[in-house]
């Protein structure tokens, strides 16, 4: 059982940056692919960007090419999502999960709000 918690959402101007944090329980964090999710009001919830574990490559959606990098510190159990030229369209509830594949998530936070204002 993985127990996932995001923190670092808030309100930011279009431009701004955000980091966001994940801290998972246990002690196999670095057994996980971790990924981040985010859901707008009204839409279904879209893939982001992810880490998979052992050498740590990571996979991103064109939305947030360039813009978004994730990275993790298995010592602390920590996956970090820092999000850069934030848009509005970038608005949504972001979610961490944990899983054996990039493919497959079984565990998830509660997730954390993120607002950019135009």
């Not at 009204?42 to 090419?65: H, L």
Request: hydrophobic letters at 30%; glycine letters at 12%; a positive charge.
């Amino acid at each position: 059982q993985v127990h996932l918690v995001e923190s670092g959402g808030g309100l930011v101007q279009a431009g701004g940056s955000l980091r966001l944090s994940c801290a998972a329980s246990g002690r196999t964090f670095g057994s996980y692919a971790m990924g981040w999710f985010r859901q707008a009001p009204g839409k279904e919830r879209e893939f982001v960007i992810a880490i998979n574990r052992g050498r740590g490559n990571t996979y991103q959606s064109d939305s947030v090419k360039d813009r978004f990098t994730i990275s993790r510190d298995n010592a602390k159990n920590t996956v970090y999502l820092q999000m850069n030229s934030l848009k509005p369209e970038d608005t949504a509830v972001y979610y961490c999960a944990a899983g054996p594949t990039l493919y497959d998530y079984e565990y998830w936070g509660q997730g954390t709000q993120v607002t950019v204002s135009s």
